[in-house]
């Protein structure tokens, strides 16, 4: 059975070296954040998710969800008590304001705990992490009555909630649904309509499930300008949040996918089914927003996780599997072949993979301190720069953080041979788990196009301008340490096509609407490596000064830093290829036609 | 289900006007060869895999393989009847030589079958494209009577083969061998152990199975100078080719994978299997890499494959899925939305697919041509120099052609968004199949340290030094076409990279073998962008005259066109960064300990 165990020393390398999140304990929220509660807090999350809930995620792969004849659906062995012992240890509280029962820290220490939970069982994670969207979207748009009715039992974790969004004709494209609401005499909507592929939408974990459904009243324009977003309870909720009768919303079927067997993908029937409107009809889609951009950065630390979860299981296959010799002569020479750890090509996937993991997971909690510091931060000003940088990177950290997932996961497999290909091996699952991330909560080009075609543009710029002076900043801080020199040598070198593409966007974005699309995906890709290259100077940079220090964790600094230097050497080169494929224009993708891509 | 057409069209292209086959008609084995000819055999073999492969392919991997309680394996349903008709059409002896009932056609035409087959049912290709590999070790290094006694049933593919080298503890290190081989008073040898990962290893297609099989005699050296291969027939064969009792051989389990589930890989174990020697003993390894090489071929168009495969299918959703606008304005004012093919980066990914496709395609049958030209040029510095340019990149073509196939194949499943993860549609099939190719028959990391490690130092350089002269060369011509100079341009800038990483590994290679391993696999895939980009610089040639000609198919050549130009725009630049990457050495690649990777 595959191996995991939460990467909890470098969690709290992040936390408390890289952010030092500390310093910002004079603000509301962070108050009770002290370096020993999070630590405690840190160790006892991986704790948790080692015993409780990585030993079920190959289990759960194999087996599946079902729905029975009655409708109902249940989850693999092993959800329903690991869920149970989640909500008793009040897990899904960390981040969520105390007024509903929420323990009120910053984002930072609920993103570690979504990680751990998506290392060690994806499709697990996923049922209170769909829940989280929902919470967001009712916590910002909904009337207080709602927040109090709902929101208590939700950030419990009694009731989990879902996003319905797609139906089978509708995607990306919003404005095409077809689920109707027909205002009721009692204020509420009876919502009627077929969504597709809705992670945990239905499931045995708990007693409710609180749907968030996108539909259209009665004479709402024919596009995103007329949706709406409805509460849809499972089962109806009474004044006192006991709970009522069975609503009108089935599960039609199970779908069979590629992956995240464990967690229940629901094509969801509703037929009249009570609804509420959360805010005003046909101001869904900003409503719907809210939900998805949190969704956005959960799918973006699960391509963090599969890269993780993976890569300690290629490591350990790596020391223990011998076959072939050292180049520079045998390494064991007792033995009759070396760990495979010897070969320089099977070290260049994990180093890729250590250094992806250690830049991406400092770059999602950066951008989870972003979240807490767009509502918290001192000044108006610090709230707006935390908000435009997480605004803008939001799409990088779910688009190229999933795409270098599912190549992590792709990798760490290729290291397994032909045993990663075997299934009970669990390096596939690891694959084909990531590879959902890529997908769902917006297609990986939809944010490019969110990255180029709106967070570019907004204000002006400001917030690529605002993140260029940081990148600029920090590279010119004197330094003596030559891997801190060399790695801000590359980042400004990499900043510089960065800056290049971004102009070529502004001059090129007017005549050709077209190049802007043809040049968005190498764009978000060539800020991904940017801004892990800016995470690896902030990495190099505290490594170096501790290894001046008391010469504690030596070993911990130095693979640092040789990371930073991979970086440098290895990735910031991909900076210029990028470049030139958005210099490239959009000839040759608009060229062809429908017939001559079919020839 | 998925669809699926052979590629003809284009595959005519290639051997008539980028190969131009018929201007060998003077060498032996090509008089056949017309253009006639040819085209009917390609149209023939188009129609065959349409209506009676494709359609397997999809409920093949849905049904997988069965091993029944008496030890006996059964293949997906259809398989058998579709395995019929291939042998009475007499497909497998198309390139086979005469001599044993082959038809002695160019490997050429060969290829181009296997490529069908592989885009059709990759599972199924698989048992006549495994026995093709022992045909040929049998052919070259067995006794004329083992040929005669095998070979004529192999290629008719009354009979199909297997290779056996993999052992639980042992896969690209074959000293490790376990495998024993004890020699009896009759010639022949007692084979006892178990082997795993045998594709195709047992199943129901056909009446005898021939297992090559690597194992070791008594007191062989411990390494792979001493291993042996042997001929293992399922059923022993009487002299007059009739069959006889049934070997100890037997299938103890059929792998859970997770792709190909139409192949039986099966767990083989030998009690004492009656097994007869090819060649000398401890020279199993010589024989065994001509079943390689020509493996190794055969799975760099399953990368091709699949890409065609999935590429289809992507287009035809393109087309008929809607969702969104076009950046400049409605394409389809009067339908709801456009068709998805509007979008940039829905097109970005079809080109990077279809100008891989089209690149690949050239390369492959070039590849296979040389094959031919090895041995029936008509000069010995033909042949040497046909020899030398297929050893070095038959690496290339494994390498780079799969990890590209696998690359197509999750860009095609991308467009196809959510559906594309739903298991119904197939277009996660093309995804896992593609998978194993990047795995078997020598990991692509093998393959890279196959080309840098020996290829690129065999005979002083010789083959490398004779690609860049061919590139050179072609890249000097002089053409009025546009496209066609900015091609040679791009590619001689490409091309300068590749041989400063190969001057680098030259400098570098006696001082730290290690850098030569840490810079392989970015070497491989410089070698194989630039050699797309020689075979899209003959196509644009090829297309530039054509265009000049009697106006037919002027689309199909202005997309080619379009083609070269998307590699020279947005491939060529690649070539750099991975030039870069060759030269950071090995320091960050080999920098840490175990415990490090570990922390």
């Not at 952010?19 to 991986?46: K, M, N, Q, W």
């Not at 995620?57 to 029975?68: A, P, V």
């Not at 539909?215 to 709406?228: D, F, L, R, V, W």
């Not at 046909?282 to 890269?307: D, E, P, S, T, Y």
Request: charged share 20%.
């Amino acid at each position: 059975m595959p191996v995991f165990q939460a990467p909890t020393r470098d969690t709290r390398f992040v936390v408390n070296e890289v952010l030092d999140l500390e310093r910002y304990r004079h603000l509301p929220g962070f108050e009770a954040a002290t370096r020993d509660l999070t630590d405690s807090v840190i160790e006892e999350a991986g704790r948790f998710v080692n015993e409780v809930v990585a030993p079920l995620n190959l289990s759960g792969d194999q087996e599946g969800c079902t729905r029975h004849a009655d409708g109902s659906v249940t989850t693999p062995k092993g959800f329903k008590e690991a869920y149970a012992r989640y909500i008793e240890a009040g897990w899904g509280t960390l981040a969520a304001p105390e007024i509903y029962g929420g323990q009120g820290l910053p984002h930072v220490i609920g993103f570690v705990m979504e990680e751990y939970l998506a290392s060690a069982n994806q499709a697990f994670a996923m049922y209170p992490g769909l829940a989280n969207g929902a919470i967001s979207a009712i916590s910002s748009k909904g009337s207080p009555e709602q927040q109090a009715m709902y929101l208590p039992k939700m950030v419990s974790g009694e009731w989990l909630g879902t996003m319905n969004l797609t139906e089978p004709h509708c995607g990306t494209d919003l404005g095409l649904i077809r689920t109707r609401a027909e205002p009721q005499m009692d204020g509420s909507y009876a919502i009627t309509g077929t969504k597709i592929f809705i992670s945990a939408g239905d499931h045995d974990l708990c007693e409710n499930i609180i749907h968030l459904v996108l539909a259209k009243t009665p004479g709402a324009p024919e596009s995103s300008k007329g949706i709406s977003l409805f509460i849809v309870p499972k089962f109806l909720v009474n004044a006192d949040r006991t709970l009522g009768d069975r609503n009108a919303v089935s599960v039609g079927a199970i779908e069979h996918k590629m992956g995240i067997h464990g967690n229940a993908t629901c094509v969801m029937n509703y037929d009249g089914a009570k609804g509420w409107l959360i805010g005003e009809e046909n101001k869904g889609l900003a409503a719907m927003f809210i939900m998805m951009n949190a969704a956005r950065l959960g799918v973006g630390i699960q391509g963090l996780a599969q890269a993780e979860a993976s890569y300690q299981n290629a490591v350990a296959y790596a020391v223990e599997r011998r076959q072939g010799r050292a180049l520079t002569g045998p390494a064991e020479p007792e033995q009759k072949a070396d760990p495979i750890l010897v070969h320089p090509d099977v070290r260049r996937m994990l180093m890729d993979a250590k250094m992806f993991i250690g830049g991406m997971r400092a770059l999602c909690l950066w951008g989870a301190l972003q979240v807490d510091l767009t509502h918290k931060a001192a000044t108006e000003e610090e709230r707006q720069q935390a908000d435009d940088l997480i605004s803008l990177l939001t799409p990088v950290i779910k688009g190229y953080g999933t795409d270098m997932g599912y190549r992590t996961a792709t990798d760490m497999q290729q290291i397994w041979g032909g045993h990663g290909y075997i299934a009970e091996n669990g390096m596939d699952q690891f694959v084909r788990d990531a590879r959902i991330a890529m997908i769902y909560e917006g297609a990986n080009g939809v944010q490019a196009m969110d990255l180029v075609g709106r967070k570019l543009a907004l204000n002006g710029g400001r917030a690529i301008q605002r993140l260029f002076a940081v990148i600029d900043a920090e590279c010119a801080e004197e330094s003596a340490d030559d891997t801190v020199k060399l790695v801000a040598e590359r980042l400004g070198k990499a900043t510089g096509h960065l800056k290049a593409a971004t102009l070529w966007f502004m001059q090129h974005a007017m005549a050709d609407r077209n190049a802007i699309g043809a040049g968005a995906y190498a764009y978000m890709t060539l800020t991904g490596v940017v801004s892990l290259g800016l995470m690896w100077l902030r990495i190099a940079k505290v490594s170096a000064k501790a290894l001046g220090g008391d010469g504690a964790d030596e070993a911990f600094y130095e693979a640092k830093l040789l990371c930073a230097k991979h970086w440098a050497l290895r990735f910031a080169p991909q900076a210029g290829s990028l470049r030139y494929e958005v210099e490239a224009g959009a000839e040759t993708v608009m060229g062809l036609t429908a017939e001559q891509f079919a020839a």
